[in-house]
């Protein structure tokens, strides 16, 4: 069955889905923010370590900014490698664009700082880090079907297909330690 099939005219699609449209970038790099939230959590948690919660936040928020900087410098370098012409306030434009990236992370950074408040241990925070960050790419997964005009049924395969990804990061977690 062709992808066709599926999709929606533009004219029949929901109203609050045309209204609400983010740009594809936003969609792309929130989806890579939770999973970069997802496998740094996992990755902090080392079993046999002392737990520092705190220490294991700023790490995520780094790594973040680096991702998303890096990913938006990659953009400028693409753009002038194209037109042969020198950086502009709208290449500084394509680096700021990667801001869902790094709010994506912001979940996992303010639960890892719960467990520094000492409200929860380390290991339940990157537990329901790891939870969290799957349920949140099952729901971008779907949104961004929804929004390339995709109807329920098929947003939410999608949405399932993205969530399987934290799945994956949980199953290599607990496998690894």
């Given at each position: ?39 740094l ?26 991702a ?43 639960i ?11 290991a339940?925070a ?9 349920v ?42």
């Amino acid at each position: 069955m062709s992808r066709a099939n599926h999709v929606r005219p533009e004219s029949v699609a929901p109203r609050w889905i045309l209204r609400h449209r983010p740009p594809e970038q936003s969609l792309f790099s929130g989806i890579y923010g939770l999973v970069l939230a997802s496998a740094l959590v996992a990755a902090l948690d080392a079993t046999g370590e002392k737990a520092d919660p705190g220490q294991d936040a700023l790490w995520v928020l780094l790594t973040a900014l680096a991702a998303g900087a890096a990913h938006g410098y990659a953009h400028v370098i693409a753009q002038r490698a194209s037109s042969g012409r020198a950086a502009t306030t709208s290449r500084l434009r394509l680096v700021l664009a990667e801001w869902p990236l790094v709010a994506a992370v912001l979940p996992t950074v303010g639960i890892l700082l719960a467990a520094m408040a000492g409200w929860w241990s380390e290991a339940t925070a990157v537990d329901t880090a790891l939870l969290l960050n799957t349920v949140a790419l099952f729901g971008w997964g779907t949104w961004a079907a929804r929004i390339a005009g995709y109807g329920w049924p098929s947003s939410c395969r999608a949405g399932s297909l993205d969530m399987l990804i934290g799945l994956g990061i949980i199953i290599a977690d607990v496998l690894i330690d």
